[in-house]
């Protein structure tokens, strides 16, 4: 029973994927759609050189590109300040949509934050590599394809800026 | 007397296991087992390139271990069942069909209620899977569909497999094979519920992925359950049943008893069969019917009870004045 009950849903899968194949993959919670031409909610950890803020002036390697990534999709940014971990459960409650501030691929919050691919591989102090990412909310995989995809196209310039190598 | 002396040491030693015709179909199951090992290591592969190392990863690697279990369990037995007998084992080895049997059953319903379980607890924490981007020589797309190529691979072979296992598994009424079909149909409906899940993750159901593992989950642990269920009336010398149900008593049984009360002088015959793996071992009570039989009777007896089925291996009759009652249900 339960296997013909797989197959027919898997076959109306697939003819919902084929139609809407630009659609796929979708938010869960409908964010990216709601952020184009609306707001960006993203949180903010300091972390130079990839995030500083200094009388409310924000700059930083992930400052530009998450500026410019909202550009992109015609949203307003709605920043937050604060600590990592305060921020990434802000996230995971979903008062947020991005959390930055220089985490990187061996981020303890894997479990309750989706991130992205790393964008650019530097040393770190202890001479091992340290792959960047970006973490955006658990679920939302068509916000986290889109910003992924922005990443992507900045990876050359973002590598030559903090002297480090491409993923 | 060192004629019979010699007879009876040719008896104990004797290894027939297969008719000439079944061992043909022997040779073809244990390639099917090494294809299925062959299979799963690919799969294996083919699973940790697409999804890498993440924690829905875990648990697919403990199902693939388990997957392992079966095949593996079959090689071995067949290795040992057909080891002659010794004095430490004047039984022989034909059990350890039996246990394989069990360890196999055991894989089944491990796998189905892990599935279960691990899903169970992804639904109930509402964890929305993050799936995003790939990169495969320069191309860059969602990493949800190089997943269902990868679960596709891995779905098309084990139906296959476990289908071409069925027909071995009746003929050599091998049950190791039988739950080694099932765990196959596991492991392609495995596949499917995870299509399915990653599909449901592409349109945004994210629960979607979660329900269907546990759907197959509790498929998987039912079969496992029925086949734990069986492996265990094995070990206990329940009586033998057919290869895929416990319930339905194997035509032997009757077939034995046919044989016997066709032969003149048997007033009334008791019958227990039990299995002992692939081949079964029949305890034969007669009552001859005017209290009195010669030995060349008993022996051919013996050989119309060996006559009505090939598995027939170990064969016991004994002459008795009333049937033994014991805990016998009346046939």
């Known amino acids: ?167 | 007397m060192r004629r019979r002396g010699a007879e009876h040491v040719a008896g104990l030693a004797e290894r027939i296991e297969l008719p000439a015709s079944k061992r043909q179909v022997l040779q073809r199951a244990v390639r099917l087992e090494w294809l299925t090992i062959a299979f799963l290591v690919t799969a294996v592969a083919a699973m940790y390139a697409a999804a890498g190392s993440s924690q829905a990863m875990k648990a697919a690697w403990i199902e693939d271990l388990l997957s392992f279990l079966p095949p593996i369990a079959f090689l071995v037995t067949n290795r040992v069942r057909s080891k002659e007998p010794t004095v430490e084992h004047p039984y022989g080895f034909h059990r350890s069909v039996s246990i394989g049997y069990l360890v196999a059953a055991t894989a089944l319903l491990l796998m189905g209620s892990f599935l279960v379980v691990e899903s169970g607890l992804a639904l109930a924490a509402a964890e929305r899977t993050p799936i995003g981007l790939v990169t495969v020589f320069g191309h860059t797309f969602w990493a949800g569909w190089l997943m269902v190529a990868a679960l596709t691979y891995t779905l098309v072979p084990p139906v296959l497999l476990g289908r071409a296992k069925l027909g071995p598994a009746r003929e050599l009424h091998d049950k190791v094979l039988y739950a080694d079909a099932d765990m196959n149909k596991a492991d392609w409906q495995t596949a499917a519920a995870g299509i399915v899940g990653v599909l449901g993750i592409g349109i945004g159901l994210w629960w979607l992925d979660a329900v269907a593992a546990i759907l197959i989950g509790a498929s998987v642990a039912h079969d496992g359950w029925r086949n734990l269920r069986t492996a265990l009336g094995d070990l206990m010398d329940s009586r033998a049943s057919v290869h895929d149900d416990w319930r339905t008593v194997h035509p032997a049984v009757d077939g034995i008893r046919d044989a016997v009360m066709a032969h003149g002088g048997v007033a009334a015959v008791q019958v227990r069969v039990r299995e002992e793996g692939h081949v079964f071992h029949a305890e034969v009570f007669v009552v001859p019917g005017d209290e009195r039989i010669a030995l060349g009777e008993l022996e051919d007896i013996r050989d119309a009870v060996r006559a009505v089925d090939w598995k027939l291996h170990h064969v016991v009759v004994v002459p008795v004045r009333t049937l033994p009652v014991g805990n016998l249900p009346s046939p």
């Open chain 1, 1 to 167: 029973m339960s296997t013909r009950l797989i197959t027919s849903v898997a076959a109306a899968l697939v003819v919902v994927g084929s139609s809407a194949c630009a659609a796929i993959p979708a938010d869960t919670e409908g964010t990216l759609e709601r952020a184009s031409g609306g707001v960006l909610r993203v949180g903010m950890s300091e972390h130079p050189p990839w995030t500083e803020v200094d009388d409310g002036e924000r700059t930083g390697v992930e400052v530009d590109l998450i500026e410019e990534f909202a550009e992109s999709i015609d949203a307003e940014l709605e920043w937050q300040d604060g600590g990592e971990e305060h921020l990434i459960e802000q996230l995971h409650a979903g008062s947020l949509d991005v959390v930055i501030g220089g985490l990187t691929e061996k981020s303890p919050w894997m479990e309750q934050a989706a991130l992205t691919r790393p964008y650019v591989v530097v040393t770190s102090s202890s001479g091992s590599p340290e792959p960047h990412v970006m973490a955006s909310r658990m679920g939302e995989n068509a916000l986290l394809v889109a910003l992924e995809r922005h990443l992507e196209q900045h990876e050359a310039e973002v590598a030559e800026r903090v002297d480090g190598a491409r993923p």
